[in-house]
């Protein structure tokens, strides 16, 4: 089965071929006429010894509080290949329509027909995407017409996720999903100049998107505005000079600069480019030692821009982790190699910049890396072995690591409190506005599995609460008034007056810090759009038991593109729940 379903393998299979095999080998039938809405989760096997073949390490208690993990729901319906928060109290998790029958169903009469069907005119009624109520659990289907397998996504200005590309029939499309009410998927096809499978997306200081990369797509292109379709890409030469064989440079790293360049890391070469006409305004040195983009499937970031210093910034990237160049050719042959343990940090502006490298306690490849509320990140999901890919990896690694950038080399990192559950390929995790991260995702089969394979899939969704929020603290977190949030948001340049209480000992202002973050769309192991932004605090004044603080917001669109970013107050480095702000013109 590895063979037939591998990497390099299925894009050339016939498209009824594929759909045929997949749905024979689904566990779950979904068949017309069935109870309409989620499903029992079948009963899982009994572990096997490469399951059980786990990474947990130590947990580093000289910090204190290390986490902790709860479940959130035993059933989500998908598996969250792909994850993002909407601003409404919900996260979207969808997968793809290629994997079969979920284990949510569509409502009655709402099914939609497979475009692979053999013979043509057969239905879908499995719904392969849902929003999930993050303080409830509860789910609902939402309904996916083309295939989103390994796409990408921004919110826009209005905090309208916008979905670009996919597999097959879906390629050219761009989805939009509204976060007010009970919206579902708009689709508009044929949108984009080139196919855009395993892509990234990212927004620019206008607020206008670009799609970077694919398979065999070595250039990027604007995404139009909804309805429109667009016919042009600009050639993106790197993205063909990097493409080995077995690609290892999808789902390039792709991060806005302070400046309003574009950062693109692929394979283990980067460069900085100029968004408006393609021009490559100067190439960085190698990240030697493996791959560190799909299916090597590493970690990258960009690390916090702290406005308190200014904003004549010196803007740094981090990547972490990747597998061998060769890890996806050993996979075919069931070998596992071990996974890249390096971390690299550069400032892409710099001129002549070299990586500066530290190294994780364990090697990790489909992790995820994401920002927290007090700068610090977390590392999480992902294995100690192989790469990306059906059963193409070992060693899950249960422990998730905080790395402080602002520590010296070789004291960043800290183990922290494990989960029990395995999540390699396909897993997602994104902070939530109360300053926990929800877990989500996993799945190493080709079709929802739960028995006789190693790793089920796995539908069950959870919450790890991070260090900062430990029993002794969460009882004075601070809390903001939600009237003082500005209604219609803020320009760039104003300043963002919030109110908030705290229940502990008389609050000073060098205990204050304000961030905002940008939530991102996160998929196979990168939070696209990420971002957080430290704010410079220009007044503080105590009124009774509450307090008054001004922030000073970025002035320009470069340092923050418009939209609706996570506001957090932390006193003392305990985060608030988090406002709802958006910055624009």
Known sequence: ????????????????????????????????????????????????????????????????????????????????????????????????????????????????????SDPPGGMDCSAHAVEFDYNTGAVRPLKILTDTWCSSGAFDVDGMLVQTGGYFEGVKVVRRLNPQGNADWVEFPNTLAEGRWYATQQVLPDGRFIVVGGRRSFSYEFVPAAGQLNTQFTPLPLLQQTTDDVENNLYPFVHLLPEGTVFLFANDRSIVFDPQNGQVLRELPKLNGGARNYPASGMSALLPLDLRRGERLSAEVIVCGGAPKEAFKLGEANKFPHALRDCGRINPSKPGARWAIDFMPVGRVMGDMLILPTGDLLLLNGAAQGCSGWVFAREPVLTPLL???????????????????????????????????????????????????????????????????????VATRPEIDLASVPANGVKYGDKLTLRFTSRGPAVTEADMKVTMYAPP??????????????????????????????????????????????????VKGVPSKAAWVKIHP
Not at 29 to 51: C, D, E, I, W
Not at 425 to 447: E, R
Not at 562 to 570: A, C, D, R, S, T
């Open 1 to 116: 089965m590895r063979g037939i379903f591998s990497l390099t393998m299925a894009p050339l299979l016939r498209p009824g071929a594929l759909a045929a095999a997949l749905l024979a080998l689904a566990v779950v039938g979904v068949a017309q006429g069935q109870q309409v809405g989620l499903l029992r989760v079948p009963n899982r096997s009994p572990p096997t010894k490469a399951n059980m073949d786990r990474v947990v390490l130590p947990v580093d208690n000289a910090g204190g509080f290390a986490g902790l993990w709860n479940i959130l729901s035993e059933n989500a319906g998908v598996s969250a290949m792909h994850l993002a928060v909407m601003r409404h109290g919900k996260a979207v998790m969808f997968d793809t329509t290629t994997t079969g029958p979920s284990l949510m169903q569509l409502p009655a009469g709402n099914c939609r027909v497979d475009p692979r």
């Open 403 to 473: 790395y402080s950038p602002r520590k010296r080399r070789g004291a960043r990192f800290r183990a922290l409190a494990a989960s029990n559950i395995p999540r390699m390929y396909h897993s997602s995790s994104a902070v939530l506005p109360d300053a926990t991260v929800l877990v989500a995702g996993g799945n190493t089969n080709s079709a929802y599995n739960f028995s006789g394979v190693d790793f089920p899939t796995e539908v069950r969704v959870e919450r790890y609460t991070p260090p900062y929020l430990a029993p002794e603290l």
């Open 521 to 570: 769309f996160t998929t196979h192991g990168f939070s696209q759009n990420q971002r957080l932004l430290v704010l410079q605090v220009t007044a503080f004044k105590p009124e009774g038991n509450k307090y008054k603080i001004t922030a000073q917001t970025p002035s320009k669109p470069t340092l923050a593109p418009p939209g609706y970013y996570l506001v957090f107050v932390l």
